[in-house]
């Protein structure tokens, strides 16, 4: 019994011994997909730089989490960085999205994260909607209460002219 326990024991801990120096994917630093400005509001342009490529290398940008679609990320001069840039679209929602890039040699992925709030940067509210003043259009939401609103009205309105009329000709109410 006592040799079996120390058997189990002793291939629970190669296999966890095993697990822990296994290597990596990709050697040394993983990167990072830098986003800036990290927080923004529908109709930012928002620019996205990382150095996981290589000295030199391109990206393919995928920012269709907020709805953006894909970008190029392209080769820079400041510090070996691909650059890119795309637009959160007027339809955004509120909410954290991931922006990922795929490096076009190695096939590589970095993700960053995009904060999406409605609130501009310095602090007012952007205004959206509708303001509910209780004057409503012409046609309202119910277009059943809106015939029977003008009904009412012309009935109201043939009413007033046959009393008119009655009155004009002296027969009395």
Known sequence: MRRTAR????????????????????GGDTGSLE???STAVPGDLVTVNTAACGNGGSAT??????????????PSTHEDDAIGQFRVPPSAQPGTYEIVATCAEGGRQ???????????LHGQLQ?????KTGVGGA??????????????LAV???????LLHRRARGDGI
């Open 7 to 26: 058997l189990l024991t002793g291939t629970a801990l190669a296999a966890v011994a095993a697990g822990g120096v296994a290597a990596p994917a990709y």
């Open 35 to 37: 986003v800036y400005p």
């Open 61 to 74: 940008g995928d920012a269709s989490a907020v709805g953006a679609g894909q970008f190029t990320l392209a």
């Open 110 to 120: 970095v993700k960053g994260d995009l904060k999406v709030t409605l609130a501009a």
């Open 127 to 131: 205004p959206r909607g509708s303001v």
């Open 139 to 152: 046609l309202g939401p119910d277009p059943v209460q809106t015939a029977a609103g003008v009904a009412a």
């Open 156 to 162: 109201a309105a043939a009413g007033g002219t046959w």
